[in-house]
T-cell receptor, first 116, second 113 residues
Framework: GAVVSQHPSWVICKSGTSVKIECRSLDFQATTMFWYRQFPKQSLMLMATSNEGSKATYEQGVEKDKFLINHASLTLSTLTVTSAHPEDSSFYIC????????????FGPGTRLTVL | GNSVTQMEGPVTLSEEAFLTINCTYTATGYPSLFWYVQYPGEGLQLLLKATKADDKGSNKGFEATYRKETTSFHLEKGSVQVSDSAVYFCALSDYSGNTPLVFGKGTRLSVIA
């Protein structure tokens, strides 16, 4: 099946620094990637939708200047949390959809961000 | 807007017990419906899906039937195992694949031997 990877799997950073999370589709071309955020014991909340070569579409309430998303190729999307603060600590999950012959999104394993 | 409501957990069952996790949805049109599973320390995995009314999705002994009349997609398994312990998410999308998923809050299942 289609595989989506995320890097890093976990990261700890100091308040005020920026953190970049990568999402890669390993064996298919992802025309669309989604970024979700999951709080402890809660569901996934969509942050933004990213299409290759165009600007991401952010959900209401998500600051685009704080959560920078770049989808530079059909296999890579990045989420950069700028000037991170403790309230940004969360589990960030990407998913990818594309020309794999099915109508399914494939999820990465997630990145746990802890901001001190 | 679209929404998914699933039963609150946690659910604790003995091995070989029957499992039902209820899921109902609100959507315009005819959404596709999914169940995802998240094992401890891992990412979400698609468990099963159904794309139109009366479709039954099945995988690993789990089943769910797309019921348009009751706007439901309840997950069932006849005999759970300890290895089924995980968090289960019901989700929908307007169209399959390239549209975002709307998730329920998740139901944590613990199966004890």
């Amino acid at each position: 099946g289609a595989v989506v990877s995320q890097h890093p799997s976990w990261v700890i950073c100091k308040s005020g620094t920026s953190v970049k999370i990568e999402c890669r589709s390993l064996d298919f071309q992802a025309t669309t990637m989604f970024w979700y955020r999951q709080f402890p014991k809660q569901s996934l909340m969509l942050m933004a939708t990213s299409n290759e070569g165009s600007k991401a579409t952010y959900e209401q309430g998500v600051e685009k200047d704080k959560f920078l998303i770049n989808h530079a190729s059909l296999t890579l999307s990045t989420l950069t949390v700028t000037s991170a603060h403790p309230e940004d600590s969360s589990f960030y999950i990407c998913s990818a959809a594309g020309r794999v012959g099915t109508d399914t999104q494939y999820f990465g394993p997630g990145t746990r961000l802890t901001v001190l | 807007g679209n929404s998914v409501t699933q039963m609150e957990g946690p659910v604790t069952l003995s091995e070989e017990a029957f499992l039902t996790i209820n899921c109902t949805y609100t959507a315009t049109g005819y959404p596709s419906l999914f169940w995802y599973v998240q094992y401890p320390g891992e990412g979400l995995q698609l468990l099963l899906k159904a794309t139109k009314a009366d479709d039954k999705g099945s995988n690993k002994g789990f089943e769910a039937t797309y019921r348009k009349e009751t706007t439901s997609f309840h997950l069932e398994k006849g005999s759970v195992q300890v290895s089924d312990s995980a968090v289960y998410f019901c989700a929908l999308s307007d169209y399959s694949g390239n549209t975002p998923l709307v998730f329920g809050k998740g139901t944590r299942l613990s199966v004890i031997a």
